[in-house]
């Protein structure tokens, strides 16, 4: 199932991964095995570095795979929900009309 994962690095410890350059790397493990579709990075309203990746997640139990290197690198804020892409939402169109006829009225 495709996953929207997003990491918010607290200020610290990020400066100081920044500061002796293990900051990239560090990230650059943590994708090598998670492996994701896509990956951004951008700074959060309140000034954080955060990953926004989407991935692929088989089972749930694959989540402490995905989510504990974010928190043990960096304390991190996970976040992990499902996402779709257009053709998954096209596919969904049975679900919608299945709850419509049921809760729509």
């Known amino acids: 199932m495709r996953m929207l994962l997003r990491?918010?690095?607290?200020?610290?410890?990020?400066?100081t991964m920044v500061r002796?350059?293990?900051?990239?790397s560090t990230i650059q493990k943590i994708l090598a095995d998670l492996k994701p579709e896509a990956a951004y990075f951008v700074a959060t309203d309140s000034g954080e570095r955060c990953g926004v990746i989407v991935f692929d997640m088989k089972e749930s139990?694959?989540?402490?795979?995905?989510?504990?290197?974010?928190?043990?690198?960096?304390?991190?804020?996970?976040?992990?929900?499902?996402?779709?892409?257009?053709?998954?939402?096209?596919?969904?169109?049975?679900?919608?009309e299945r709850a419509i006829k049921e809760f729509g009225k």
Do not use: C, Y
């Not at 002796?20 to 990239?24: A, M, Q, R, S, Y």
């Open 7 to 15: 990491a918010v690095l607290p200020i610290e410890p990020a400066n």
């Open 20 to 24: 002796n350059g293990t900051l990239g």
């Open 61 to 96: 139990s694959e989540l402490p795979k995905v989510a504990e290197p974010w928190f043990l690198a960096f304390n991190a804020h996970v976040t992990v929900r499902p996402a779709m892409n257009p053709q998954d939402l096209a596919a969904a169109g049975p679900g919608f």
